[in-house]
């Protein structure tokens, strides 16, 4: 079973940058999306970003203009470069692959990675 692992995460200043790494154990075929989300202590989780085939890209409202997706279409990683952070982005974040089956549609979640913005 592939699996996703997330790297980056860690303790800010609120204005400071972090850049989240995400990569696939092994092989992955079919991708139809690939994202991140992010959930925060008592919160449901949320899309922050994701893009999807064809290159189209959706940012939630809270990160437009602050955070970047980016993706390494050789080794099917994904990036999120976070800029001007704020505590409100506090949260655990999440790397997300969706891959396209015969039955619809099946995620592939890696374990979360804790980014913390302080005041």
């Known amino acids: 079973q592939v699996q996703l692992v997330e790297s980056g995460g860690g303790l800010v200043q609120a204005g400071g940058s972090l850049r989240l790494s995400c990569a696939p154990s092994?092989?992955?075929?079919?991708?139809?999306?690939m994202g991140w989300y992010r959930q925060a202590p008592g919160k449901q989780r949320e899309l922050v970003a994701v893009m999807r085939s064809g290159d189209s890209i959706n940012y939630s409202d809270s990160v437009k203009g602050r955070f970047t997706i980016s993706r390494d279409n050789a080794r099917n990683m994904v990036y999120l470069q976070m800029n001007s952070l704020k505590p409100e982005d506090t949260a655990v974040y999440y790397c997300n692959i969706r891959i396209l089956i015969p039955t619809g549609g099946y995620d592939y979640w890696g374990q979360g990675t804790q980014v913390t913005v302080s005041s």
């Open positions: 092994g092989s992955i075929f079919g991708i139809n999306a």
